[in-house]
């Protein structure tokens, strides 16, 4: 059975940092390409940057693009998110997902993904 499990999330003033945390147990890590997404109250979840299976390729939403940075780390079965300069319009709660048989045409499409986790809150205060 494959459990995802986030962790970083907090508060934090507009221009800071943070780093989310994914951890991946179960199954092969190297065979999941993992994405984090973002949900903002009374939107839908949106797509923030994914690290593919194998190629190692790295993608990025155009509001994210030079300010967030995907790392994955195989010998801790983890996948680091590092945010830096971050805006108000950032705040959310932050999912990670995996899946190993995702395309890179769906990419982006969170439907794709068949294992989450419980998501951390990140507040970017003005």
């Known amino acids: 059975q494959v459990h995802v499990v986030e962790s970083g999330g907090g508060l934090v003033q507009a221009g800071g940092s943070l780093r989310l945390s994914c951890e991946v147990s179960?199954?092969?890590?190297?065979?999941?390409?993992i994405a984090w997404f973002r949900q903002a109250p009374g939107a839908e979840r949106e797509f923030v940057a994914a690290?593919?299976?194998?190629?190692?390729?790295?993608y990025y939403s155009d509001s994210v693009k030079g300010r967030f940075t995907i790392a994955r780390d195989n010998a801790k079965n983890t996948v680091y998110l590092q945010m830096d300069n971050l805006k108000p319009s950032d705040t959310g709660v932050y999912f990670c997902?995996?899946?190993?048989?995702?395309?890179?045409?769906?990419?982006?499409?969170?439907?794709?993904?068949?294992?989450w986790g419980q998501g951390t809150q990140v507040t970017v205060s003005s």
């Open positions: 690290e593919r299976r194998s190629y190692g390729h790295t």
């Open positions: 997902a995996a899946d190993s048989t995702i395309i890179l045409s769906t990419l982006r499409d969170p439907r794709g993904y068949d294992y």
């Open positions: 179960g199954g092969t890590f190297r065979s999941y390409t």
